[in-house]
C-alpha cells in the first residue's frame, strides 16, 4: 500500500495519536519538521495555526494538506510521525513505506529568514530555557519592544510554545531581527554556556528548603490520617487503589494511574491548570493525596514536580487572615529558614515545577465563584479569593492544582477552569479483598469477613466505598456475630461502629438497652455534630467542645481525633474521624433531642431549599437560641459544603427513624415523639418524590414518556431504602407514570442499586432503564436483580461490567417476561460472556436488541453468540461494533443469520473484518426481508469484498445504507463504488 493511502487509512489512528494527550506538542513538532524539510510553506503553517482553532481542527487540516501534496509528502509525513511520536502514542500505526530519511540542516550555513524554517526544530529546543535573554537581547537591539516580548511571554504558552512564537515575531521583523537571534544563540554556545542554565540550576538555598518540605510532608503523610483515629496505621500498609475514570474521554479505556492524574492522559483543556478529583463523601479523595504526597516526598512519583504544597480546605475554614500567595505557602506549609524571597522568585520562574494540592473544595464555606480577579501574588486576599483566583488561573498561572472535591458541588462556573476531571469511584471488587487482608494481621479473621460479605451482597455493595470498608473491617466481631441480623443499609453500618466504640469503653457488657448508658455522650457529640454542619465546621476547638458538653471522657471514645495543623501544646482543636461520622452524630441529635422545631426535618429534605440556600445553616438554626439564629442567618455566606453534607444527614434521620431501628430510642427518648417525626420524614419524601414526577414534561408526540432524574432524585430513593419501609416505595412508584427512566452520570454504584431495585420494583408498569456511565459493576448488577422484571430494556454502557455479572444478569433476565433489549457498549466483557447470551436467545423468542460494542469478544466468542442467532426468531438489532471478531466471526455470524426473518439492524464497526467477511456478510442482504442497515467502516475491507455487497444489493431493495468508511479502498475506487451503488456510504 503506497504511503498516499496509508495516511488515508490510518486518518483517524493519526488523529488520535497527535490530539488525545491534550497537548498540541506533537502537532508542533511535526508541523516544525515539515516546514524545515520544506514540505510546507511558511503560507502553509500560518493558514493551520489559526489562533483559538481546536486542535483536532489543526490536526485534520494538516492531514487533507499532506495528502493533497502527494505520495512523497506522505511519506516524509510518515516518517516524521515515526520521529516524533513516543512509543506508545504510535501503537498500531503502519509507517511502512516510509523510506525518508530527515536531513537535518545547519541553521548557520545562510544568515536568513529562511534560516528560521530549515533550523526550526533545532531552534525551539535550543530557546526554550531561554526566552527571556533571548527577549532582552532583541530588546536591547531595537528590533522588539516590551508588547512584541508580553505577547511571546503569554502565560498560556508552553515553553516550547513561547520559543515557536518568539521564532514567527522574528521572522515578521525581517532579516536584521533574524541575525540578532542567531548571533545571540551562537555566542551562548561558544561560551559553553547551556541555554536552559536557569532551569537545571536552582539556588542552594532552595535546594535545603526542598529537603525540608520533602521531610516535613513525609512525616505528615507516613500515617493514615482519615477515620485512623488514634490506631497509627502505617499507611503503606493499609492504602488500597481505587477505582479511578475520567470523567470526559472517549479515547482512553485503559487503567488510570495515580501519576496519570496530573499527567497529559485525559487533557481536555491544555490551557488550564487546574486537575480535578472528584468522588462521593468516603471515596477515598483525601487518602489518596495523602499517598500521592507521601510518594512524591520519597522520591518515587511525580518527580517533574520539584516542590509540593498540600494544604486542606478544612483547615484553611480557619484561617481569618488576608494572606499573599507566598504568606499561604510559607505558612501553611513549610516555612524557609532563609532566603524566603529568593526562593519564592524562583517558583514563580518555574510554575511548571510546582504543584498545590488543595483537599476537600467541598468543605469550603464559600461557594466557587470567578467574580473577585487577583493576578499579583504579593497581594493579600482573603483565603478563599486567593484559592479561587489559584484554581482558575489569573494567580500562578502555570502551577499545577489539584482539588479534591465531592462531585454536587462543582459546577459549571467550575468545569470550565478545569484541565480535566478526574472521577474516583471508591473500591472495585478486588479492592475491598485487598483492603480487608491489608486491615487484619489475622488472615483466618479476614477470609471469615469476606467470606461474610460474599453472602450479604447488600454490604458488599456498602464496602465499595473505603470508609465503609473500614468501618465493616474494624467491627468485624460485631459483624460476625450478628447471624440474620447482618447490616443491610448504611445507618445500620454505622450503627454497628456506634456500638463497637460505646462497647470498647463501657463498663458492662452491652446488651438490649445499649445506647441508654451513653445516651448523654451521644447527645453531647451529636449536637456538635449538628451545630457544626449547620455552620459549615469541621474544626472544633476546646471552647466548642465546653459549650456542647462534650468532655475528656467523650473525645476518649475514639469519634473524635486532634487535628493535625490545627492543635499545639496551647491549643487542642479536634474533628470526627471522617465527615459522614459527623453527619450522622448530627441526625442522632435531630431523632433523640425534644427540643428540635419539626420545621428543622421539613427544611432538610426540601429540594428547593437545599439547592438554593444563600444562608448559613436555614434548615438547623431553627433549633438555636434566637440571638445565635439571628447572627448566623445575618451572616448570609453562601456554603459549598451545606447541600450535600445536609443530603447525607438527612438519609441517617430516614435510616435512624426506621420501626427497625424504635427500639433503640424508646429508652431515651418518648415514643410518641419519634413516630412525629418518622411520619414527618415520610410524608417529606412523599412530596419529595412527587415534585420530581410533576417535572416530567409530556412527550413529544409518537416519543416515549421519559423521566430524566433531576439531581436529588437517586437521594430521595436511598432515603426511602434506608427507611425499610416498602410501603414508601409502593406509594411513591405508584405516582410515576414513565415508559423510560434514565440516570446517566448519576454516580450510581452497587449502593445506589440497592436502593433503586428496592423502590423501583414496586412501578405499575414496565420502564426501560438507562443507567449509561455510571460504577454499577458486577455487584451493583446483583444488586438491580429485584427489579428486572420491571425493565423492559436495560442500558448499562460504561460501567465495569464483566462476565461474571452478565452471568447473573442473565440468569435472571430469562425469567423476567418483559426484559426484551440491554446495552452493554464500553464494559469488560469477553468471549465468556457469549455463551450466556447465547441461551438467553435460545431461550427468550421475544428478545429484541442484543449491543455489546467496544469490549473483548473476539472471533470465538462470535462463533458462540451464532449458535444462539441460529435458533432465534425475534432479534432485531444485533451491535458488535469495537470488537475483534475478524473475518472468521463474520463468517460465523452470517452464516447464523442468512435466514433471519427480524433481523433490521447489524453493526460490526472495527472489527478487523476484511473482504471474506464482507463476501459472507452479503449472503444476509441476499436472503433477508428485514435488513435495513449494515455498519462497516472502520474494517479491512477491500474492492473484492464490496463487490460482494454491491451484487447482493441488486436482489434487496429493502436495504437503505450499508456504511464503508474507512475501509482499504483508494480514492478512485470509493468514487466507482459510489457510482455503482448510492446505498454505499463511504
Known amino acids: 500500500m503506497c504511503a498516499q493511502e496509508l495516511v488515508l487509512k490510518q486518518r483517524t489512528q493519526i488523529l488520535h495519536a497527535l490530539c488525545s494527550s491534550g497537548s498540541a506538542e506533537y502537532l508542533e513538532r511535526v508541523l516544525d519538521i515539515l516546514l524545515a524539510q520544506g514540505e510546507l510553506m511558511w503560507e502553509d503553517y500560518q493558514n493551520i495555526q489559526v489562533t483559538g482553532r481546536e486542535l483536532y481542527t489543526k490536526a485534520r487540516q494538516l492531514l487533507d494538506l499532506v495528502y493533497t501534496k502527494g505520495v512523497d509528502t506522505c511519506k516524509l509525513f510518515l516518517a516524521t510521525l515515526k520521529q516524533v511520536l513516543p512509543e506508545e502514542q504510535g501503537l498500531g500505526l503502519s509507517f511502512s513505506g516510509c523510506l525518508f530519511k530527515l536531513i537535518e540542516k545547519d541553521e548557520h550555513k545562510s544568515i536568513s529568514a529562511q534560516t528560521l524554517l530549515t533550523g526550526r526544530p533545532v531552534l525551539v529546543s535550543k530557546l526554550q530555557g531561554c526566552i527571556d535573554d533571548a527577549l532582552k537581547a532583541l530588546v536591547t537591539s531595537g528590533h522588539f519592544t516590551s508588547a512584541d516580548c508580553n505577547e511571546v511571554q503569554l502565560p498560556v504558552y508552553t515553553p516550547t510554545q513561547q520559543a515557536r512564537r518568539l521564532l514567527d515575531h522574528v521572522r515578521s521583523k525581517g532579516e536584521s531581527a533574524v541575525n540578532v537571534l542567531l548571533q545571540y544563540i551562537q555566542q551562548k554556545q561558544e561560551l559553553g554556556l547551556p541555554l536552559d542554565q536557569e532551569k537545571n540550576s536552582p539556588p542552594k538555598e532552595f535546594v535545603r528548603y526542598q529537603k525540608k518540605l520533602s521531610s516535613s510532608l513525609s512525616s505528615q503523610s507516613c500515617f493514615l490520617s482519615t477515620y485512623g483515629g488514634t490506631s497509627h496505621m502505617p499507611l503503606d500498609d493499609i492504602y488500597t487503589e481505587g477505582q479511578l475514570e475520567l470523567a470526559h474521554s ?211 455493595g456498602l464496602c465499595h466505598s473505603p470508609v465503609l470498608c473500614w468501618i465493616v473491617s474494624q467491627c468485624h466481631k460485631e459483624l460476625l456475630g450478628c447471624g440474620d441480623g447482618s447490616p443491610q443499609t448504611i445507618t445500620d453500618v454505622y450503627l454497628m461502629i456506634l456500638q463497637h466504640f460505646l462497647q470498647h469503653q463501657s463498663s458492662t ?140 444527614t438527612a438519609t441517617f434521620v430516614s435510616g435512624l427513624l426506621s420501626r427497625r431501628h424504635q427500639s433503640l430510642w424508646i429508652p431515651c427518648c418518648q415514643s410518641s415523639v419519634l413516630e412525629k417525626k418518622s411520619r414527618q420524614v415520610r410524608r417529606c419524601l412523599s412530596k419529595g418524590m412527587q415534585k420530581h414526577f410533576k417535572s416530567i414534561p409530556q412527550p413529544v408526540e409518537g416519543e416515549k414518556k421519559s423521566m430524566h432524574a433531576m439531581p436529588g432524585f437517586v437521594w430521595l430513593v436511598k432515603c426511602i431504602y434506608e427507611m425499610q419501609e416498602s410501603r414508601i416505595a409502593q406509594d411513591a412508584m405508584s405516582k410515576l407514570d414513565v415508559d423510560h427512566l434514565k440516570l446517566t452520570y448519576c454516580n450510581i454504584g452497587p449502593v445506589e442499586c440497592t436502593a433503586l431495585a428496592y423502590v423501583l420494583q414496586h412501578l405499575r408498569n414496565p420502564v426501560g432503564l438507562q443507567l449509561d456511565n455510571n460504577s454499577v459493576g458486577d455487584v451493583g448488577v446483583e444488586q438491580l436483580l429485584p427489579c428486572l422484571h420491571i425493565c423492559n430494556s436495560l442500558y448499562l454502557r460504561n460501567n465495569n461490567i464483566s462476565d461474571e455479572g452478565i452471568r447473573k444478569l442473565i440468569a435472571k433476565g430469562i425469567q423476567c417476561e418483559n426484559f426484551r433489549k440491554i446495552a452493554l457498549f464500553n464494559n469488560k466483557l469477553t468471549d465468556a460472556c457469549t455463551q450466556h447470551f447465547s441461551h438467553l436467545l435460545k431461550t427468550k423468542q421475544d428478545f429484541l436488541s442484543l449491543r455489546l460494542g467496544n469490549n473483548n469478544i473476539t472471533a470465538q466468542g462470535a462463533k458462540q453468540l451464532a449458535e444462539g442467532l441460529k435458533v432465534n426468531h425475534s432479534l432485531q438489532f444485533l451491535g458488535l461494533w469495537g470488537n475483534k471478531i475478524g473475518d472468521t466471526g463474520a463468517e460465523a455470524l452470517a452464516k447464523a443469520l442468512e435466514s433471519s426473518k427480524t433481523l433490521v439492524w447489524l453493526s460490526l464497526v472495527g472489527n478487523g473484518v476484511g473482504s471474506v467477511g464482507a463476501c459472507a456478510l452479503a449472503n444476509i442482504i441476499k436472503n433477508s426481508t428485514s435488513l435495513e442497515e449494515l455498519w462497516l467502516t472502520e474494517n479491512c475491507i477491500t474492492r473484492a469484498g464490496v463487490e460482494c455487497l454491491i451484487e447482493a444489493l441488486e436482489h434487496n431493495t429493502r436495504v437503505k445504507s450499508i456504511w464503508l468508511r474507512n475501509n482499504d479502498l483508494s480514492l478512485e475506487e470509493v468514487e466507482e463504488m459510489t457510482r455503482l451503488e448510492p446505498r454505499l456510504t463511504f
Not at 517 to 527: A, D, M, P
Not at 575 to 593: G, K, N, P
Not at 615 to 622: D, E, I, M
Request: proline share 3%; charged share 20%; aromatic share 8%.
Open 250 to 460: 472517549v479515547d482512553f479505556h485503559g487503567p488510570l494511574g495515580l501519576e496519570d492524574i496530573v499527567g497529559m492522559v485525559g487533557t481536555t483543556n491544555e490551557e488550564a491548570d487546574t486537575v480535578l478529583v472528584s468522588g462521593e463523601a468516603g471515596s477515598g479523595k483525601s487518602t489518596l493525596l495523602q499517598r500521592l504526597h507521601l510518594l512524591w516526598a520519597r522520591g518515587v512519583a511525580l518527580q517533574d514536580f520539584l516542590l509540593l504544597f498540600p494544604f486542606s480546605c478544612r483547615g484553611l475554614n480557619s484561617e481569618h487572615r488576608e494572606l499573599s500567595v507566598q504568606e499561604l505557602l510559607f505558612q501553611h506549609c513549610c516555612w524557609p529558614d532563609r532566603e524566603q524571597e529568593e526562593i519564592f522568585q524562583f517558583i514563580q520562574d518555574h510554575p511548571h515545577l510546582i504543584l498545590f494540592t488543595f483537599d476537600g473544595l467541598d468543605e469550603l464555606k464559600q461557594s466557587f465563584s470567578d467574580e473577585h480577579r487577583l493576578c499579583c501574588p504579593t497581594q493579600r486576599a482573603p483565603i478563599h479569593i486567593l484559592l479561587f483566583n489559584l484554581i482558575q488561573g489569573s494567580l500562578m498561572k502555570g502551577v499545577r492544582k489539584l482539588v479534591t472535591s465531592r462531585p454536587e458541588v462543582v459546577g459549571p462556573v467550575l468545569k470550565k477552569y478545569l484541565r480535566k476531571e478526574v472521577l474516583l469511584k471508591g473500591f472495585s471488587p478486588s479492592g475491598i479483598n485487598c483492603f480487608v487482608r491489608k486491615h487484619h494481621n489475622d488472615p483466618t479473621v479476614s477470609a471469615k469477613v469476606l467470606a461474610s460479605l460474599q453472602t450479604n451482597t447488600a454490604l458488599l
Open 509 to 648: 457488657t452491652i446488651g438490649f438497652g445499649w445506647l441508654k448508658e451513653h445516651q448523654e455522650t451521644v447527645r453531647h457529640l451529636g449536637q456538635l455534630a449538628f451545630e457544626g454542619i449547620g455552620a459549615t465546621c469541621y474544626i472544633f476547638s476546646g471552647a466548642d467542645l465546653e459549650t456542647c458538653g462534650v468532655t475528656e471522657k467523650d473525645i476518649c471514645l475514639g469519634f473524635l481525633t486532634q487535628s493535625k495543623g490545627m492543635s499545639s501544646a496551647h491549643s487542642k482543636h479536634y474533628e470526627f474521624l471522617h465527615v459522614t461520622l459527623q453527619c450522622f452524630f448530627a441526625a442522632l441529635y435531630i431523632v433523640l433531642s425534644n427540643n428540635i422545631n419539626r420545621s428543622v426535618i421539613q427544611k432538610l429534605f426540601e429540594l428547593k431549599d437545599m439547592r438554593e440556600i444563600g444562608k448559613r445553616s436555614v434548615c438547623f438554626t431553627a433549633c438555636l437560641p434566637s440571638s445565635e439564629k439571628q447572627e448566623l442567618v445575618l451572616e448570609g455566606e453562601t456554603t459549598a459544603a451545606e447541600t450535600p453534607n445536609l443530603h447525607i
